[in-house]
């Protein structure tokens, strides 16, 4: 039994089929295949059912997929911690980030941090943020970043900065003649938000104390800030948006922005790992990237600004 084998029936099992887990690990499928049935053989049990369409594990191969999840997450803390010790920024980092975070916050780091480190490779996911939460759990990220802090003893979070919401405000609504957008001013009729699930509505809709958000059934679905901005341009309704995308906006855009009254909403940009954490000259690095990357004023909250 090898490290590789228990690596090649995890890949198996995520994505239910021989040829993706083949491509994932970076292998033919003969290779893979080959080396899982010597396995198999080796334990004289089968692992997966073939038959099947997609692959499913057996009874007894989950419970070998469950303790393999667990061996290679113990053998990779070993190399952790070597590179903790040697304090080298090289491997694989896993970090798993909000969508409503990633498109604003990436460009402005990422790109430097690669440059300045090429022998690190960070693997970026855009998760919601009880997935995070579980990723973490499982050992399938090594950090995320998140919007507000989680209850959660298992996880260390750290404050990287704070960050605003904002109006996006089509020119036909009554409310684009206001300087800044009061909570009584909105209605949910024609407000554009994202499905439920993601923290990023649930703050605004508690801020805003709407009761009943009434959102098209094909915005809903959509789920996109960016779809939504763009029915603002169109010329309907209201959405909101991070402080980091109105500096992406173009003149044009930035007159549909509308600042919130005081005390304005305002986020709490996260970086969380689990406990069992070890590499933390990496992380240092990253969140001294990030936070070098952001405007100073949201490294710190403001007498002005309201935490949800």
Not at 11 to 16: H, L, M, S
Not at 103 to 126: A, C, G, N, S, W
Not at 168 to 196: A, C, N
Request: aromatic fraction near 8%; charged fraction near 25%.
């Amino acid at each position: 039994m090898t490290i590789q084998q228990l690596e090649y029936i995890l890949a198996v099992d995520q994505f239910r089929h021989f040829a993706r887990a083949a491509e994932y690990c970076r292998v033919t499928q003969p290779t893979l295949s080959a080396m899982i049935q010597k396995l198999e053989d080796e334990l004289g049990v089968k692992l997966f059912d073939r038959t099947l369409q997609p692959v499913c594990p057996t009874a007894i191969g989950e419970k070998i997929i469950s303790q393999a999840r667990i061996i290679l997450a113990q053998a990779a803390q070993v190399k952790e911690i070597i590179s903790e010790e040697k304090q080298t920024l090289t491997g694989v980092f896993r970090l798993g980030v909000l969508p409503t975070i990633a498109p604003y916050l990436l460009p402005r780091f990422f790109p430097q941090l690669m440059e300045k480190y090429p022998e690190l490779d960070i693997r970026v996911t855009e998760m919601k943020t009880q997935d995070i939460q579980q990723a973490l759990h499982s050992g399938d990220i090594d950090a995320g970043i998140i919007a507000n802090k989680l209850e959660d003893s298992f996880l260390i979070e750290e404050t990287l900065f704070y960050e605003q919401f904002y109006g996006y405000v089509s020119k036909k609504e009554p409310l684009f003649k206001h300087e800044v957008i009061r909570t009584s001013d909105i209605t949910g009729e024609r407000l554009w938000l994202l499905d439920e699930g993601h923290c990023f509505r649930d703050q605004l809709i508690r801020f805003c104390q709407i009761e009943a958000v009434k959102v098209s059934q094909m915005a809903y679905h959509l789920g996109s800030m960016e779809t939504f901005m763009r029915m603002v341009e169109s010329g309907k309704g209201i959405t909101f948006i991070p402080e980091l995308a109105v500096a992406q906006l173009s003149e044009e855009q930035r007159e549909l922005v509308r600042p919130f009254a005081i005390p304005r909403p305002t986020r709490q940009i996260v970086l969380v790992t689990s406990k069992d954490f070890i590499r933390y000259s990496l992380l240092n690095v990253l969140k001294e990237e990030i936070q070098a990357a952001i405007p100073k004023n949201m490294l710190s909250l403001q007498s002005v600004q309201y935490l949800l």
